[in-house]
């Protein structure tokens, strides 16, 4: 039987996390701050509240993207 340590939880934990949301379309803000940081650097991110607004913004409100 194998010892799962502490680390090893939170590191299990944080990644199912990520899965979950990813899987239901949450945006997820730290793997944006991340990119921006190393393929964009110069650029200043948009803050927690923007880049919410964005997200939805892309999701709902293109054209002919939704039945109803």
């Given at each position: 039987?194998?010892?799962?340590?502490?680390?090893?939880?939170?590191?299990?934990?944080?990644r199912l996390g990520?899965?979950?949301?990813?899987?239901?379309?949450?945006?997820?803000?730290?793997?944006?701050?991340?990119?921006?940081t190393c393929r964009?650097p110069g650029t200043?991110?948009?803050?927690?509240?923007?880049?919410?607004?964005?997200?939805?913004?892309?999701?709902?409100?293109?054209?002919?993207?939704?039945?109803?």
């Amino acid at each position: 039987m194998s010892l799962v340590t502490l680390s090893d939880l939170r590191t299990r934990v944080r990644r199912l996390g990520v899965a979950l949301r990813r899987i239901i379309g949450a945006p997820d803000y730290e793997r944006y701050l991340a990119h921006v940081t190393c393929r964009h650097p110069g650029t200043t991110p948009l803050s927690r509240e923007d880049f919410a607004r964005d997200a939805l913004a892309r999701r709902y409100d293109r054209p002919g993207s939704r039945c109803c």
